[in-house]
């Protein structure tokens, strides 16, 4: 459906572009096509809805352009849009049960109080769901209405978050958050699943040299074998159960920030143009891509655009407010001093400044920190305005005034 929809979209001439004609167009092979007609109507309104959003997320500079989706590398959704189909009940403690639109009763693991029953009245109930589909199974989010008070203002004080090298979150104020895993390995590169216990690394190894063997078999567009897909599948189960760990922590440790801190002050980091700017271009090829490009891994691993995300969410709903500052020069300034002094830092670990007159030593990652707060309070955090000009433009959209 969606992929239908994007062609629609892209051959239909830019001037007539719009979300009613294209729900026209829809209605009208609902009509004429048969296996159109079987998909129930909710479900293909529910894809448009999804894709002119997408649309809406990319000209407000969220996200990329939307495209194609693949089989493989897409994660399954579909969405129930209206909550009263799903007759949700309770059964017992850990096990609630819903209608899923042409499945029937399934029963979901009870994880959230939900309002159900006399729980649910006009202000609080369960408007619809979305069944999500990864490595590890089937899952059903509820979209939830609810009233909440306003939160008071929250008291608590300001705090610089860097995204470390060596600490997954570094403080201005000498804490950090950490998950006990190390994020590089001895060797300098990116531990990639920090996640996994030395069972579970060692599984996953034997996994992939299996996944290679059979590989190693199977001729050139030859599709794969059962054997090797259902290795493939344990892969990314592995792989899914990290995920799940790596975002658990994220959960935890926003929380927690949130509950402590009135002011959060992060960098504003545009992950893509690291990535990018590590290659270099033809004329001038980038220097230590591969060592820079482990460094990006890290820090995509870590994640660091969720956090942002959970952060913003959190901090409004306790009262707080979060500010982004501009990234240059964080990790080289001294937080002491102020001078970008050459050859200040050590090591990746210890930042050592080598202005006469300071001599400040410390980690990295805490002097970080503390420039990122430093630049709020000297009134240099980003407002939002200024903040959505430095995001990229997608591939094949123009930008929106004249060159
Ligand atoms: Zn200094």
């Not at 009233?147 to 804490?175: Q, Y």
């Amino acid at each position: 459906m969606w992929n239908q929809l994007h062609d629609l979209w892209t051959m239909t001439p830019k001037c007539q572009r719009s979300l009613s004609r294209m729900d026209q167009t829809l209605r009208q092979a609902r009509k004429e096509i048969d296996w159109y007609a079987v998909l129930p109507a909710q479900a293909a309104q529910a894809v448009l809805k999804t894709y002119f959003q997408a649309w809406k997320n990319c000209w407000d500079g969220r996200a990329d352009a939307p495209t194609f989706k693949a089989r493989i590398r897409t994660v399954m959704s579909v969405d129930i849009p209206q909550g009263r189909d799903l007759q949700i009940k309770r059964v017992h403690r850990r096990w609630g049960m819903a209608n899923i639109p042409k499945v029937g009763r399934v029963r979901f693991r009870w994880t959230r109080d939900l309002p159900v029953g006399k729980a649910a009245n006009k202000e609080n109930r369960i408007t619809g769901a979305r069944l999500v589909k990864d490595a590890l199974g089937w899952h059903i989010a509820f979209r939830v209405q609810s009233l909440e008070p306003r939160p008071a203002p929250h008291g608590g004080g300001e705090v610089g978050i860097d995204a470390g090298v060596n600490l997954p979150l570094a403080l201005s104020d000498g804490n950090h958050q950490n998950h006990g895993r190390p994020p590089r390995l001895p060797d300098g590169t990116a531990d990639r699943d920090k996640w996994l216990n030395p069972d579970e690394k060692a599984k996953l190894l034997r996994l992939e040299q299996r996944a290679a063997h059979r590989t190693s078999f199977r001729r050139p567009k030859e599709r794969s074998s059962n054997r090797l897909q259902k290795t493939y599948d344990q892969i990314k189960q592995l792989r899914a159960r990290a995920t799940r760990r790596a975002v658990d922590w994220q959960h935890q440790t926003t929380t927690n920030l949130a509950r402590t801190y009135g002011t959060v002050v992060v960098e504003q980091l545009t992950i893509t143009n690291m990535v990018k700017s590590a290659r270099g271009t033809i004329e001038e090829p980038g220097k230590n891509v591969a060592q820079k490009s482990g460094l990006n891994r890290s820090i995509n691993q870590e994640a660091w655009g969720r956090t942002v995300t959970m952060l913003t969410y959190k901090t409004a709903r306790h009262g707080g407010t979060l500010h982004k500052v501009p990234a240059p020069n964080t990790s080289l300034r001294c937080s002491a001093c102020g001078f970008i002094t050459p050859g200040s830092r050590e090591s990746q670990a210890v930042f050592v400044c080598k202005n006469p007159d300071c001599g400040w030593e410390g980690n990295a990652d805490h002097n970080a920190a503390r420039n990122v707060l430093h630049l709020y309070r000297t009134g240099l955090a980003l407002v939002p305005a200024a903040g959505r000009a430095v995001v990229r433009r997608p591939r094949g959209v123009k930008p929106a005034a004249a060159r």
